[in-house]
């Protein structure tokens, strides 16, 4: 694995980050590699851990046909971005996304949102529908009152994590707005990103759709196609940086819907997060078996 010294991987403490008299259409600046971590297998996802200083990251492991059962696993790395322990919690599917919340770390799994202590590095409940079903869950996210949602492409529904409770909260016509991959809390809504939409002239590349989380009223950010869409993350700007998976394409999408492309890598690119305050982006290669940190201040519309 290739990681910053000391003394650099220390400039990633918050920076200030400064008004810009830039017009609203302005060119954003290309992300700058900070670093690459190596030797995980098939990684999703990846989320910070602010209360203890590190990242956790999700690997599926083997997937697909002949996949191996219940070898998806968790990471844990320090705040440098160096691997503690590669598989800290075992015994999950194909673990994907991750929300860190309430000293529990949540996962969407192929059967079921995992809930794991972080203390005890353990998993403690595994919450699925009500009628014993796989939930083919997905991303999980969690909202600032720790209240955690995942989207079940079985039933086209998102549930809630409530007060212990797990239950279906608001079911969506997936024909208008595709069945969801990236899930993520941003202010009072849920911010939803579809993979492909079905359309009178055939499948249309994903969107961002919306829920309020008051009254689960359901909306749409722009009216244009973005790509298959994976991570999401508010850019701390207005916006949202956006991982497109299938061409590999990382994406910054406007408060209008705008979408600036800031770098192809390669298929694959999979649940990012962003750290505003530090400038710093990860993003996990679940085909390349590795993690990838960039440097990277967004421009303001």
Not at 24 to 53: H, I, K, N
Not at 79 to 87: C, Q
Not at 293 to 301: C, L, Q
Request: a negative charge.
């Amino acid at each position: 694995m290739r990681l910053l010294p000391h003394a650099f991987a220390a400039t990633l403490a918050p920076l200030v980050l400064f008004a810009s008299a830039a017009p609203a259409q302005a060119a954003q600046p290309t992300p700058e590699l900070l670093w690459t971590v190596g030797g995980f297998s098939s990684p999703e996802s990846v989320v910070y851990d602010r209360a203890r200083d590190c990242y956790y990251v999700s690997n599926m492991a083997t997937r697909g046909d002949g996949a191996t059962p219940n070898d998806g696993f968790i990471s844990r790395l320090d705040g440098t971005g160096r691997i503690t322990e590669l598989k800290w919690i075992t015994g999950l599917q194909n673990p994907k996304g991750l929300s860190a919340t309430n000293g529990r770390l949540y996962a969407g799994d192929d059967d079921a949102l995992v809930e794991m202590d972080l203390d005890k590095a353990a998993i403690i409940a595994r919450h699925s529908p009500a009628d014993g079903d796989p939930g083919q869950f997905n991303d999980a996210t969690a909202d600032t009152a720790g209240n955690v949602y995942v989207f079940s492409r079985r039933l086209d529904t998102v549930f809630r994590l409530r007060d212990g409770r797990f239950e279906p909260w608001v079911k969506v016509d997936a024909n208008a707005t595709g069945k969801f991959n990236g899930v993520r809390a941003d202010g009072n809504r849920l911010l939803l990103g579809s993979w492909q939409v079905p359309g009178a002239d055939g499948e249309q590349l994903g969107h961002l759709t919306t829920i309020d989380l008051a009254t689960g009223a359901v909306g749409r950010i722009g009216s244009t196609p973005i790509g298959h869409i994976d991570g999401i993350e508010p850019d701390g700007r207005g916006g949202w940086v956006i991982t497109d998976f299938t061409p590999g394409r990382l994406l910054r999408v406007g408060p209008d819907g705008a979408v600036d492309p800031l770098l192809t890598l390669s298929i694959g690119t999979a649940d990012l997060h962003y750290l505003p305050d530090r400038q710093l982006l990860l993003l996990p290669m679940l085909r390349n078996d590795h993690l990838r940190a960039y440097r990277w201040a967004p421009v303001a519309d």
